[in-house]
Structures are given as structure tokens and as C-alpha cells.
């Protein structure tokens, strides 16, 4: 079966960083896209950055500049490194992946950001 399983997320004070990571139980090799999304409290689940299988990326503008999303094919690993972290980053972070014909989602890491 498939399954992504994120992790990284943690307590951190603004202006810090955090590295997310993402791991699939598949070959993301050709996947259509990988991304992460977002969701914090009372609010709807939003992307934060996308990476296709062509190489093009797609940021949210609050975190363009600072936050870069990569992958790392062989490992079959997806990351969202986040720097310059703000309290308005705080929310649930999910791993996304279209591949093998549907959607996936991981259970999702909390950040949350705060002094």
C-alpha cells in the first residue's frame, strides 16, 4: 500500500527554522507532483509549495523567499525546509503526492511557532 509519512515538525521561536521530510512507501520517480500543504486551526487546508515531475515549483506568496521545497527521487523523499518562520506558519503540515493515478496524503507533522 501506499503511504507517506512526514516528519520533522516541532516547536520553534519566530525568525527559526525547521527541515520537514516526507517519505513514500512507492517510487516517486514519476510522480505528477509532490507537495506540501497546510492547514492551521478553523481554517481550510492550503498548499504551500508543489514540485511536478517535470521540475517546475509552485510557492503560496506568504512563503515564497522562505520556505524551498526539494526531492530526492532515489530515497523516494520529499523535503519543505522553512526559514524566517513566522506565528503564522503554525498549522498542520501534510505531505502530498498524485501518483500511481490518485491522491495521497500523509497524517501531517505540527509546527507551531512561538516565543
Known amino acids: 500500500q501506499v503511504r507517506l509519512v512526514e516528519s520533522g515538525g516541532g516547536l520553534v521561536q519566530p525568525g527559526g527554522s525547521l527541515r520537514l521530510s516526507c517519505v513514500t512507501s512507492?517510487?516517486?520517480?514519476?510522480?505528477?507532483?509532490m507537495g506540501w500543504y497546510r492547514q492551521a486551526p478553523g481554517k481550510q487546508r492550503e498548499v504551500v509549495a508543489v514540485?511536478?515531475?517535470?521540475?517546475?515549483?509552485n510557492y503560496a506568496g506568504s512563503v515564497k523567499g522562505r520556505f524551498t521545497i526539494s526531492r530526492d527521487n532515489a530515497k523516494n523523499m520529499v523535503y519543505l525546509q522553512m526559514n524566517s518562520l513566522k506565528p503564522e506558519d503554525t498549522a498542520v503540515y501534510y505531505c502530498?503526492?498524485?501518483?500511481?493515478?490518485?491522491?495521497?496524503w500523509g497524517q501531517g507533522t505540527q509546527v507551531t511557532v512561538s516565543s
Open positions: 512507492v517510487s516517486i520517480f514519476s510522480a505528477v507532483r
Open positions: 514540485i511536478t515531475s517535470g521540475g517546475s515549483i
Open positions: 502530498y503526492g498524485y501518483l500511481l493515478l490518485r491522491d495521497y
